[in-house]
């Protein structure tokens, strides 16, 4: 089965980059139709879906986050990584990737989650 887990620095400064990625095992993320979807869960608060990367390459980003946020792939590595410019307190949170099934916003298989502190 699909297994992903997320990596990434658990402390940042404000106005550093953070750069996070996923590792995808038990299937290739090129497989038509998934989406892979970074969602990040802030402490106390609901899950935000900031962007994700389907099998063919393309890119999808939150309103919110766009201006900051990118996400790339290494399909030889089956990883994808997500990178958020610019960080500050209120992006601390708990990210997650996880697979969608065909853009439904329904994902079958997460990551373990890793989280983030940004604090100077």
């Known amino acids: 089965q699909v297994q992903l887990q997320a990596s990434g620095p658990g402390l940042m400064k404000p106005s550093q980059t953070l750069s996070l990625t996923c590792t995808v095992s038990g299937g290739s993320i090129t497989t038509n139709y998934y989406y892979w979807t970074w969602i990040r869960q802030p402490p106390g608060k609901g899950l935000e879906w900031m962007g994700a990367m389907s099998y063919g390459g393309g890119t999808y980003y939150s309103p919110s986050l766009k201006s900051r946020t990118s996400i790339s792939s290494d399909t030889s590595k089956n990883q994808i990584t997500l990178q958020l410019i610019s960080v500050t307190p209120e992006d601390t949170a708990v990210y997650y990737c996880?697979?969608?099934?065909?853009?439904?916003?329904?994902?079958?298989?997460w990551g373990q989650g890793t989280q983030v502190t940004v604090s100077s």
């Open positions: 996880a697979k969608d099934q065909g853009s439904t916003n329904e994902y079958d298989y």
